[in-house]
């Protein structure tokens, strides 16, 4: 009983099971930033594998917590080369114990409303995304989550999210040329502290519970 990630990715194990709130206060513990900011943790993972179900999990688990997905920051951008956008608008002010609200060029060229917001005075900022532990940017987060998910599971899982179309399709897979080649060169899995199932295997609570692998030994 497993699950099969992509050939390059071992697979992680033993899996076990363990509460979200145990996994949220690790997190958490890990060595205290200080300058007044807060913690930062890349949750990363392929396409369709759980990221932003955990992330936001995780971020529910904390009262002071912000959600970064590394798509908004990417956004008419570039699928993965916006490791230097993520740095000067989030990281950077984050790390200096400062709000963000930050609008990525190509928001402004295209009038996308809004912006990418962090507030300050948080415990927690979660970036989230495909390449959020890459080695360009690792340095600058607390720690590193690493979301395992079946790849064929994800992928179908993916294409449903996105229409479950014929056009959904071919979206995937030119989204996966890029992807699985990025991936291959990182390898962000190899910089995680811990790796969550995206698509377990083992029965627990989807409320309360989350499927991991490997010990929280970094930061005990």
Same mark, same amino acid.
């Given at each position: 009983?497993?699950?099969?990630?992509?050939?390059?990715?071992?697979?992680?194990?033993?899996?076990?099971?363990?509460?979200?709130?145990?996994?949220?206060?690790?997190?958490?513990?890990?060595?205290?930033?200080?300058?007044?900011?807060?913690?930062?943790?890349?949750?990363?993972?392929?396409?369709?594998?759980?990221?932003?179900?955990?992330?936001?999990?995780?971020?529910?688990?904390?009262?002071?917590a912000a959600?970064?997905?590394?798509?908004?920051?990417?956004?008419?951008? %570039? =699928?993965?080369?916006?490791? +230097?956008?993520l740095v *000067? #608008?989030? !990281? &950077?002010? @984050?790390?200096?114990?400062?709000s963000v /609200?930050?609008?990525?060029?190509?928001?402004? %060229? =295209?009038?996308?409303?809004? +912006?990418?917001?962090? *507030? #300050?005075? !948080? &415990?927690? @900022?979660?970036?989230?995304?495909?390449? /959020?532990?890459?080695?360009?940017?690792?340095?600058?987060?607390?720690?590193?989550?690493?979301?395992?998910?079946?790849?064929?599971?994800?992928?179908?899982?993916?294409?449903?999210?996105?229409?479950?179309?014929?056009?959904?399709?071919?979206?995937?897979?030119?989204?996966?040329?890029?992807?699985?080649?990025?991936?291959?060169?990182?390898?962000?899995?190899?910089?995680?502290?811990?790796?969550?199932?995206?698509?377990?295997?083992?029965?627990?609570?989807?409320?309360?519970?989350?499927?991991?692998?490997?010990?929280?030994?970094?930061?005990?």
């Amino acid at each position: 009983m497993g699950l099969a990630p992509s050939p390059e990715e071992p697979p992680a194990g033993p899996w076990r099971v363990e509460p979200l709130a145990h996994v949220a206060r690790t997190l958490l513990g890990a060595p205290d930033p200080g300058r007044g900011r807060p913690r930062i943790v890349a949750v990363d993972g392929r396409s369709g594998g759980g990221k932003t179900t955990f992330a936001t999990r995780l971020a529910a688990e904390v009262p002071a917590a912000a959600v970064v997905h590394t798509d908004d920051v990417a956004w008419h951008h %570039a =699928r993965f080369d916006w490791a +230097a956008l993520l740095v *000067a #608008g989030v !990281l &950077d002010p @984050v790390r200096r114990g400062e709000s963000v /609200a930050f609008r990525p060029p190509a928001w402004e %060229a =295209r009038s996308r409303p809004g +912006a990418v917001e962090v *507030a #300050g005075g !948080l &415990d927690l @900022v979660i970036v989230e995304g495909v390449g /959020a532990g890459r080695a360009q940017t690792a340095t600058l987060m607390d720690a590193i989550v690493w979301v395992q998910s079946d790849a064929a599971a994800a992928r179908e899982r993916g294409i449903e999210r996105d229409g479950g179309d014929e056009a959904a399709r071919r979206h995937w897979d030119e989204w996966a040329s890029e992807e699985d080649p990025f991936l291959a060169r990182d390898r962000p899995w190899e910089r995680a502290g811990v790796v969550v199932a995206g698509t377990p295997v083992l029965p627990h609570d989807p409320g309360t519970e989350v499927v991991v692998a490997r010990a929280f030994e970094r930061w005990s």
